[in-house]
């Protein structure tokens, strides 16, 4: 009885699997590889590797200083927009053949914009406008938000379907030196 009711469990956990999306990073290879027009890309649905956090601080509150201390007499307000694992998006457009703009809610000017990073295999991340250390500034909407180095590596995914298997050969060369003669 206890090992009919493992069989069913694992039949249960693999019929799950075969459902979930067979995604993979878009990166700088497979773009260059495909060579996709910006009309291609916009077919395209992609989907957040991990969450994006953008924030903004709105101060336009009064201050008093009284014996050396700041007392806040209007509280501010922080702006917040998270973007969660596994979002899906779609291409708006693409400013250069290794950068799009992709949109995850409707809008406009509500997209962020995603390029190449070598120290991430060539994926396609979150690029800010300027990094000063650990915070990004991203124009969203119109607007400019703070973004942190987590959110620095959130990569964009693709679902890949079909028969085929792009196996990538690579080698180095061993280089070539003059022979000295006697």
Not at 32 to 56: A, G, H, M, P, T
Not at 123 to 146: Q, S
Request: net charge positive; aromatic share 10%.
């Amino acid at each position: 009885m206890n090992s009919f009711r493992i069989i069913l469990l694992a039949i249960g956990l693999l019929s799950l699997s075969s459902c979930s999306k067979n995604l993979h990073y878009f990166t700088d290879r497979m773009q260059n590889e495909y060579d996709w027009k910006e009309s291609e890309l916009k077919q395209i649905q992609f989907y957040l590797s991990d969450d994006i956090v953008l924030s903004r601080s709105r101060r336009g509150g009064r201050t008093d200083i009284k014996d050396g201390k700041i007392q806040v007499k209007n509280d501010g307000q922080v702006e917040e927009i998270r973007f969660k694992k596994g979002t899906p998006g779609t291409v708006v457009f693409s400013p250069q053949s290794d950068r799009v703009a992709v949109s995850f809610e409707a809008g406009a000017d509500k997209f962020l914009m995603f390029g190449p990073n070598k120290k991430a295999n060539g994926r396609f991340v979150l690029l800010a406008k300027e990094w000063d250390k650990n915070v990004g500034k991203i124009t969203y909407d119109g607007r400019t938000y703070n973004t942190t180095s987590e959110s620095a590596y959130a990569a964009l995914l693709v679902q890949l379907k079909g028969g085929g298997e792009v196996v990538y050969k690579s080698r180095s060369a061993d280089g070539s030196k003059v022979r000295s003669r006697r």
